[in-house]
């Protein structure tokens, strides 16, 4: 077993899970995991293509069987006891996180509650699926409408949460009664894999949980058979728009349901009324965590005009002062590196097109001296919509600032974009906050707040953002057929 410096190599498992066991490829292949920051290989996992794929769904599908006729109260005693040992041993798999991901140890830990906190919630919410009796249309006649297990759930998670991403999916199909195959991003299959020893433990049957771990190069096929399998139900997927695309397209010949978290281009408004310390506050929140990376992060900063020189001036003082670059196991490191070598050259085109475009670039612009995949936090202003930071998502410790007149200027500038997961406005004007909230075309929306997530919460896009929402109460439904049955000659 290869050794992962300061994380736990108890939790580092180099084999994928299926049916209940520690397997390899059928050919025997493997790929590496490095550790962004420094570039040391981890370990080596199988490299998984369409045979041991589809060995895993039909184990998932066998599982099934007896699976979706548990009770609720049986389901969720073994989420109940998965969501404790994640607690038990949250520093250890966080340190697996921060080693395969880069955030910072601290960031991770907090991932690692968050994460766990799915499973409880969808614990306590699989004795909440309840059905409807329905009033009768004809004495000899009673209607009702029940909720039963959507069947074999295929799941494709990224690489920036890698904990919390396979909980929030994989917590609510098993609380349904659903078995599930999950491909993780190829950068972090241990974080997954370390939930399936977990999720051992607690006493879950074999098959109803299985991780197959493939390469990029063997993505593409893997995920066209979880999309077109007969044997597999449904799909979620969080990734990019342009994935989601394809794999719907694919979803498309067997029906399968779909759920979908893609990509983002959140706005960031701040108006001429905002409490400015608050506005600095949530915006740090909202861009930097992870370094940018997250796919509700402040992609575009609108500020007014009244407030736009101070704001920028709060703001970099602010970055100078609480952002540390550095190696995540560091206690003093607030911003990882980005997860490879592509990232950050998406950053720099970024930048560079920003400024050929008459962007100033007040701070940061380059990679920073702590590694090949890090790069300083950067501020840009005098951006404008024709810029790639303002169109695309950046997905970087890039804060992109436009300043606007009007309401109506930048209310129209924040929804020109196919995406719409998450957006963000501070103002102390209440018939404008409502107006705001309202009017804003995304899924999500902090009122003068910069951190929203929550496992209560249902998180999802609109538009180009996605299909379906995850947590919350609603968050079960996606893995759950309603079935109406007519009961005659009462």
Not at 61 to 83: G, H
Request: charged share 20%.
């Amino acid at each position: 077993m290869a050794a992962v410096s300061t994380a736990a190599n108890s939790f580092l498992h180099e084999k994928a899970y299926v049916n209940g066991q520690w397997v390899d490829a059928k050919n025997g292949a493997t790929f590496q995991v490095t550790n962004p920051a420094n570039g040391k290989v981890l370990g080596r996992v199988p490299d998984m293509g369409v045979d041991d794929t589809q060995e895993a769904i039909q184990k998932a599908y066998t599982a099934l069987q007896t699976w979706k006729l548990t009770t609720a109260k049986e389901r969720s005693v073994i989420l109940k006891k998965w969501f404790s040992l994640v607690m038990e041993n949250q520093l250890e798999v966080a340190k697996l996180l921060t080693a395969e991901n880069g955030k910072p140890l601290k960031e991770a830990q907090g991932e690692v509650v968050y994460g766990a906190g799915f499973l409880e919630w969808f614990a306590e919410e699989a004795r909440r699926m309840y059905g409807d009796i329905i009033p009768t249309t004809a004495a000899s006649k009673r209607m009702m409408a029940i909720k039963q297990p959507i069947g074999v759930c295929g799941m494709i998670t990224p690489w920036n949460f890698p904990s919390a991403m396979i909980t929030r999916k994989a917590a609510a199909a098993i609380a349904a009664g659903c078995s599930v195959v999950l491909k993780p991003a190829e950068d972090t299959p241990y974080s997954a894999l370390v939930l399936c020893e977990l999720a051992q433990q607690a006493g879950m049957p074999p098959g109803v949980l299985n991780v197959v771990t493939s390469s990029r190069a063997n993505a593409p096929a893997v995920g066209k058979l979880l999309c077109e399998s007969p044997l597999v139900a449904a799909i979620s997927f969080t990734g990019s728009s342009a994935t989601g695309k394809i794999l719907l397209q694919q979803g498309a010949s067997t029906v399968k349901r779909m759920s979908m978290e893609l990509g983002g281009n959140a706005p960031f408004i701040v108006f001429n009324s905002a409490d400015l310390d608050k506005a600095v506050s949530g915006a740090m929140a909202a861009k930097f965590r992870a370094s940018g990376q997250t796919c509700i992060c402040a992609n575009r900063i609108f500020v007014q005009e009244g407030i736009h020189e101070a704001f920028v001036k709060r703001l970099s003082e602010a970055m100078d002062k609480d952002l540390r670059v550095g190696d995540g196991f560091s206690p003093d490191t607030t911003q990882g590196p980005l997860i490879n070598v592509k990232g950050v050259e998406k950053v720099e085109l970024h930048v560079q097109d920003a400024v050929s475009q008459g962007a100033s670039l007040l701070k940061g612009g380059k990679r920073h001296p702590a590694g090949n995949n890090f790069f300083e936090p950067t501020l840009l202003t005098a951006v404008t919509p024709g810029m790639r930071c303002f169109k695309e998502e950046t997905f970087g410790p890039v804060a992109s600032i436009i300043k606007f007149k009007t309401e109506a200027e930048v209310l129209t500038m924040a929804n020109a974009t196919p995406a719409g997961l998450a957006g963000y406005f501070y103002s102390n004007d209440l018939a404008q906050i409502w107006r705001m909230a309202e009017q804003l075309e995304f899924g999500l929306v902090g009122v003068n707040e910069g951190l929203i997530s929550g496992v209560e919460f249902p998180f999802g896009g609109v538009k180009e953002s996605g299909i379906g929402r995850e947590g919350s109460k609603y968050g079960i439904d996606e893995y759950v057929e309603v079935k109406y049955i007519c009961m005659g000659g009462i």
